[in-house]
């Protein structure tokens, strides 16, 4: 995000307006723009980076926010959570439901 609309309110965003998501695996970072809005599980998905593991790549909820095998650890730009199974998942240190986090904000998620 360039810095003319790094002080707008970052819970409201236009149909334009972009965010930086740096995907973290090992010893790497890449950035991702994403678009405002964008579901990150899909954003990942997207770019060809998946939350899940092999099994759960297979056997997961598809997105609804059920079953919680898309959790990513968020290092910077953590949002509040607003899910249950989020809520709970990030209150045992277990990371965060990315299916259920909607970009909306620079951030740094670690797979």
Not at 37 to 63: E, F, K, M, Q, W
Not at 66 to 73: P, R
Not at 81 to 107: F, H, K, W, Y
């Amino acid at each position: 995000m360039d810095s003319d609309t790094a002080t707008e309110d970052r819970g409201t965003a236009t149909d334009t307006e972009t965010y930086t998501v740096t995907v973290r695996t090992g010893d790497t970072d890449v950035e991702l723009d994403v678009q405002a809005g964008t579901i990150l599980r899909d954003a990942l998905r997207d770019a060809g980076y998946s939350p899940h593991n092999l099994v759960t790549d297979i056997v997961n909820c598809g997105g609804q926010g059920h079953c919680a095998t898309c959790a990513v650890e968020i290092v910077e730009g953590d949002p509040p959570a607003e899910a249950v199974v989020d809520t709970l998942l990030s209150v045992a240190g277990l990371g965060r439901v990315s299916c259920t986090i909607p970009v909306n904000r620079d951030m740094v998620v670690r797979l």
